[in-house]
């Protein structure tokens, strides 16, 4: 595995180093050039995902995973768009994010800068190969992506095209790369033994994907755990605001990190803000499971088990728990829940503040969808992920939490007495 | 090892869970309690110290290990002072570092939260326990310590001095948390088993502790490399600002991971730089080792070979090269530095600004001594060490950099469309 990937690393070192370097205008010139070879090349990333999707179908992938391996015009269009809205962001590095004098007189700055080289796993997505790319490039990072091997064609497709932009920006094409052989020895030997290359892993997938590269890496890893995400009804939930945004939070999309996947209500409005709720899931098409009283206050309730509450469902189902007040509903998030992004439905601001400080989630919302935990949906542009981790990064990864920083000092020959 | 080190790691996280929700009022009784704890245990913790002392020198521990490890009543008085001045900073917790509102309505804050758990692992000097403690309990983090098996009565007695400041202030005492065992072994279990209770690890220490660390872990490692700093003298450089910045740069402590390890030197200003540092440098005690044009332009210079330009001496000794030119002198550094701290000596502004921007190490000055590379020197109070890594923090350490955020998000009932 050496042969194939450390030459990969040492190239994309080298490449770091040349797009520190580079302004904002060149790296937006390769994305926007990028952009438009993918546009230009589109019957060619279709024939290409024509070939991943039938491989797919004979190797048996689920309908879901032929779903989020499938491009049509429309995606493609859309990954183009979206290289182009990230050339759009304003410029992540070199921002002066710190300033202040000394008394002796040394003028000190605190000054982003790329992280250097990043390494990308992912799963079966073939768009991750666009938007990971492209972020990293906006904010001066070289990239190693290694997709997963059902998207293979696709992805080197896109990787086409991305190399083009590059190219024709003057820039190094070793700035992205991507691994070159399915095996998937290459992911342990990028985890483990590249270390002298690559700055930062970000996995971006399932559960077993994060988890192997958590175990796995000798490099520091931005991590996106799974979202156990909550709505909490508090007792002074207005009834409508309750049933609107849990309706959101779980079924606007079930697929998505930020879906909500369990439902605290106090007991003492159960009566009153349950029953609506359970009712607009259920016409929705959402399978619900709860405790004994929830099954009691409301109509086709299913027995909830202990594993409901630590599981994410990414699917049409959402578990149900009456709970005794606020602290009881934080305790349950701090138990079963996984840090990702949680919201109270409350009129209440004394018991609103009090969850938003007690919650330690990377994202707590009072009164607003669990569904808005996007970097997108933040104004902060495209995201890599929902950072799930405490180190260096928290809740959504876009351009600006792909820089580290440096210190400017500037003096006029001072000396430390 | 797990039945030591377990009941540790539930503890640390459970008080963590408490220490998050403490204000910074009660953070700072505790310090207090604990700085007049040591002065009023400092009989205890000096005898503590003869036992370390003398088993140091029957293991035959060098002199300047025996050095870092000895404490007298100036030192003990150090340690007590460095915790109120600890306690003294502004609150790194509940600041709102960015704040926005989106075209929904939603108020976007970022605010900080501590780390939650972190592990240190240092070494010899036991002033280490009452500075790691301090900062960590400042920011609201939770700690284990784990000392050298050389400080081990000192770092306990002042261990029982923290837990007495805990106590008084009604903090749950395992805040602050020591391995009680000097088996080696619970370092490894450390780094590896317990990824479930530990955030992050800060070693802090030589060369092999942190390369030790950085193989091991499956935990987030805030990495402190050694340092080989440079310093640089450009052509355009003022000779007597050159001569007194290397001289307060390599000379003022030689045992600091700032301490200059190399000077570089223009071919172009090489003859009228160099004779009069080398001289300085010889008559302050420092043995100069250079190139051969070094060798040829000034007296008593040992011949310099491959090995010592990766070389952090920590000690009286300093390798010159005469370069041809800043971008000769950018190359070896980055080829030979560790991406600490290096410093231009010139009087040519763009010469300058081109050094800061393109030399990628966690500190770079214009016209100051790397000895300024140190938290305190940069106003930001204590330190625990100086990052070398790129991820989360990099630079001088200290309690804001002890921090993560989370995302806090006000709503009026907004549902994602």
């Given at each position: 595995m050496a042969a194939i990937m450390d030459p990969i690393g040492r190239a994309a070192r080298r490449a770091a180093a040349q797009l520190a370097l580079t302004d904002n205008d060149r790296r937006n010139q390769a994305l926007c050039a990028a952009a438009e070879a993918i546009r230009g090349q589109c019957q060619d990333i279709l024939a290409a995902n024509a070939r991943d999707m039938q491989s797919g179908a004979e190797r048996g992938l689920s309908r879901s995973m032929l779903d989020r391996l499938m491009l049509d015009a429309d995606r493609v269009e859309a990954m183009a768009a979206g290289i182009e809205a990230v050339a759009g962001?304003?410029?992540?590095?070199?921002?002066?994010i710190a300033e202040w004098e000394r008394p002796n007189g040394l003028r000190i700055q605190r000054v982003t800068v790329p992280l250097g080289v990043i390494g990308i796993i992912y799963e079966s997505r073939p768009n991750v190969t666009a938007d990971a790319a492209a972020l990293c490039l906006k904010s001066g990072n070289a990239s190693i992506l290694r997709g997963g091997s059902e998207s293979f064609h696709s992805s080197n497709a896109i990787y086409a095209c991305l190399r083009d932009g590059l190219s024709k920006a003057g820039i190094?094409?070793?700035?992205v790369q991507m691994v070159p052989t399915k095996d998937r020895a290459a992911v342990g030997y990028l985890l483990s033994s590249m270390n002298e290359w690559i700055d930062v892993v970000v996995p971006r997938g399932g559960k077993s994907l994060i988890k192997r590269v958590q175990d796995d890496a000798r490099v520091p890893v931005i991590g996106h755990l799974e979202g156990i995400c909550h709505v909490y009804l508090h007792e002074a939930a207005e009834s409508a605001m309750a049933r609107d945004i849990v309706l959101n939070a779980k079924m606007r999309r079930t697929g998505i990190c930020g879906a909500a996947e369990t439902l605290l209500v106090d007991r003492a409005a159960a009566a009153r803000l349950l029953p609506p709720v359970a009712e607009a899931l259920q016409a929705a098409g959402c399978e619900v499971r709860g405790d004994e009283t929830a099954r009691e206050l409301a109509e086709g309730i299913r027995e909830a088990s202990e594993t409901d509450w630590s599981t994410e469902y990414l699917d049409a189902v959402i578990s149900v728990r009456v709970v005794d007040g606020i602290d009881e509903a934080i305790a349950h998030i701090g138990r079963y829940g996984s840090g990702h992004t949680e919201s109270i439905v409350t009129d209440d601001d004394a018991a609103a503040e009090y969850f938003l400080r007690n919650v330690d989630s990377a994202i707590v919302l009072r009164?607003?969808?669990?569904?808005?935990?996007?970097g997108g949906e933040f104004g902060?542009?495209?995201?890599?992920g929902i950072a799930t981790g405490r180190v260096h990064a928290r809740g959504p990864v876009g351009a600006e939490q792909l820089t580290s920083y440096k210190y400017v000092v500037r003096g006029s020959g001072q000396v430390r007495p």
């Open positions: 962001l304003p410029d992540p590095v070199g921002k002066v190094d094409v070793d700035a009164n607003a969808s669990t569904q808005f935990a996007d902060m542009g495209a995201e890599i």
